[in-house]
T-cell receptor
Framework: SQKIEQNSEALNIQEGKTATLTCNYT??????LQWYRQDPGRGPVFLLL?????KEKRKERLKVTFDTTLKQSLFHITASQPADSATYLC?????????FGTGTSLTVIP | GEEVAQTPKHLVRGEGQKAKLYCAPI?????VFWYQQVLKNEFKFLIS????????ETGMPKERFSAKCLPNSPCSLEIQATKLEDSAVYFC???????????????FGDGTRLSIL
């Protein structure tokens, strides 16, 4: 089955810096990959989707890259703010199922 | 509605008792997914529905777990004879598609925290 690994469980950065989160997967590449944000006590909220034929996707301060050769997606938050502090999950689908990574907890320090 | 509504928010059961969780998907969404989050961030897929039909149940434990999505009713996930290891947050999500060859995101409820004592 598909396995997804996200870099370090926790990432602390200074406000204003760029946060970079990594998502690596095994086995075959999905048609697309999604990134979600999860706050404590809440369900995940969809942020961005990138297709296998797209190298990069941007939305405001967010940027996602997708390298099917490396089987890796990078998620960047530029000009980070304390309000960006949350857990970020990558998810991909194979067949009829979605597989989620274990998440990276991001803390932006004022 | 515009949000996925899960009830109850918290459910406490003694070991061996039955637990039943409910999920009202977003109106117009054909697909419903159930996930189990045991540790902080590990999501385990359980089952998905296309309308009232089971779409994929490969993640469902063979025993004790069952789920339904009936017309004009909230979807439900039922656990019979609960065990301590069933303690988790159970999330429901709905989508306009199954995910395969489609780019529709999943919209999640805020989960039901099930505690088995």
């Amino acid at each position: 089955s598909q396995k997804i690994e996200q870099n370090s469980e926790a990432l602390n950065i200074q406000e204003g810096k760029t946060a970079t989160l990594t998502c690596n997967y095994t086995n075959y590449s999905p048609a697309y990959l999604q990134w979600y944000r999860q706050d404590p006590g809440r369900g995940p909220v969809f942020l961005l989707l990138i297709r296998e034929n797209e190298k990069e996707k941007r939305k405001e301060r967010l940027k996602v890259t997708f390298d099917t050769t490396l089987k890796q997606s990078l998620f960047h938050i530029t000009a980070s703010q304390p309000a960006d502090s949350a857990t970020y999950l990558c998810a991909l689908n194979t067949g009829n199922q979605f597989y989620f990574g274990t998440g990276t907890s991001l803390t932006v320090i004022p | 509605g515009e949000e996925v509504a899960q009830t109850p928010k918290h459910l406490v059961r003694g070991e061996g008792q039955k637990a039943k969780l409910y999920c009202a998907p977003i109106k117009g969404h054909s697909y419903v997914f159930w996930y189990q989050q045991v540790l902080k961030n590990e999501f385990k897929f359980l089952i998905s529905f296309q309308n009232e039909n089971v779409f994929d149940e490969t993640g469902m434990p063979k025993e004790r777990f069952s789920a339904k999505c009936l017309p004009n009713s909230p979807c439900s996930l039922e656990i019979q004879a609960t065990k301590l290891e069933d303690s988790a947050v159970y999330f429901c999500a709905s989508s306009q598609s199954s995910g395969h060859d489609s780019n529709q995101p999943q919209h999640f409820g805020d989960g039901t925290r099930l505690s088995i004592l």
